[in-house]
């Protein structure tokens, strides 16, 4: 970062408190800073497109920007052809994505006016290997329907968002709008 407002920065970020005792630190806060305040005293007064137009002249050896303009590279067509078939080879592959990630647990839980709901997966290999929603909220389903429904189901918010929509959610969790429930249960938060 050039020259940003750490203290937010900070805020954003959520590290786990045994994660930042485990590296010696005492806050991330301590970790997060700027370039700008390590530049020699001529370069403190930059802005952040001044101080990339300074990196680039350094990189290419030259005094002008206008001078580093000619080492400017236009993509072509096959270059864009290319990239997006990278994108859709790799990035935009479910399996290169999610099926080699590592097994993991994630808890999701919020208190609605209808009742709390407290969904914890289980996901391996990109897939939900087990699900199990606690709560005090109130239906006449059984939820464990619910759980069956996702259970291996792969864990995106694409996925878990359709299996949701084509529920009667209303039948497990009365009195919680069921965007609601989706955006607990489908969402990264």
């Not at 939820?143 to 949701?164: F, S």
């Amino acid at each position: 970062m050039f020259d940003v407002n750490t203290d937010s920065v900070a805020d954003a970020l959520h590290v786990p408190l045994d994660k930042i005792e485990s590296k010696g630190i005492k806050s991330v806060r301590s970790r997060v800073t700027n370039v700008k305040p390590y530049l020699k005293p001529e370069y403190q007064n930059l802005d952040t497109y001044q101080f990339r137009d300074e990196l680039i002249k350094k990189i290419w050896d030259v005094a002008t920007i206008e001078e580093a303009q000619a080492y400017e590279y236009e993509l072509t067509d096959e270059d864009k052809a290319g990239i997006a078939e990278i994108e859709q080879k790799l990035y935009k592959n479910w399996d290169w994505v999610y099926g080699k990630s590592p097994e993991f647990s994630v808890q999701k839980r919020k208190h609605f006016d209808g009742g709390t709901i407290d969904a914890r997966f289980q996901v391996e290999e990109g897939k939900i290997k087990d699900l199990k929603i606690y709560g005090d909220f109130f239906g006449p389903g059984d939820v464990t329907e619910l759980e069956d429904a996702l259970r291996g189901q792969e864990y995106t918010p694409e996925k878990m968002k359709e299996i949701l929509q084509a529920t009667d959610l209303n039948k497990y969790f009365v009195g919680i709008a069921k965007e609601d429930i989706i955006d607990l249960i489908a969402y990264q938060h």
